[in-house]
């Protein structure tokens, strides 16, 4: 399956339990429900689609709308380690990086990359990830990284420890 569309089954999938199963027991409206179900299937191939494929400025355009839709919050975003790993995160990591973080920690690193905490440490060591002042690693050099070693339509396989240098 291709990463646009594993993104589009992830996006399809939050938004039914995020959105609008709440709005279903709000309303005690299952009609209506329905009828947005509808509706988003038939909008989660456009979001997919500009995610992966668009240009920058619409890639991160829908991202942060996704985000601020699907995860909203008093405080900046910060989703756990695992999160990077799904369509959505492996996504965002290319196209927009962490949105609200400039130093990651090498485990948030790795996860975003799919490698490692030893592995980022070695990329450090390399020069191939830039380290931040306060610690850890800059969020620009991760998303850059994982911008260089993905492939167009490529599913990132997280886990692997492999370095694609």
């Keep these: 399956m291709t990463l646009e569309n594993a993104l589009r089954d992830q996006l399809v999938a939050l938004v039914d339990a995020r959105c609008v199963d709440p709005l279903e027991i709000l309303l005690?409206?299952?009609?209506?429900?329905?009828?947005?179900?509808?509706?988003v299937r038939e909008r989660a191939p456009a979001w997919a689609r500009a995610m992966v494929a668009g240009d920058d400025a619409e890639a991160i355009l829908a991202?942060?709308?996704?985000?601020?839709?699907?995860?909203?919050?008093?405080?900046?975003?910060?989703?756990?380690?695992?999160?990077?790993?799904?369509?959505l995160g492996t996504i965002t990591a290319r196209r927009v990086g962490h949105p609200s973080a400039h130093a990651l920690s090498y485990p948030v690193a790795g996860a975003m990359l799919g490698i490692s905490r030893q592995g980022v440490h070695d990329l450090v060591n390399r020069g191939k990830l830039e380290r931040h002042p306060d610690g850890g690693v800059t969020a620009s050099s991760v998303r850059d990284r994982s911008r260089a070693n993905a492939l167009p339509q490529a599913p990132h396989h997280p886990g692997s420890g492999a370095d694609r240098s």
Excluded: K, M, N, S
Aim: aromatic share 10%; hydrophobic share 35%; no cysteine.
């Design 28 to 39: 005690e409206d299952a009609d209506t429900a329905d009828a947005l179900r509808h509706r």
């Design 63 to 87: 991202i942060t709308r996704v985000i601020a839709t699907l995860y909203p919050g008093d405080g900046p975003f910060d989703p756990p380690a695992d999160w990077w790993r799904t369509p």
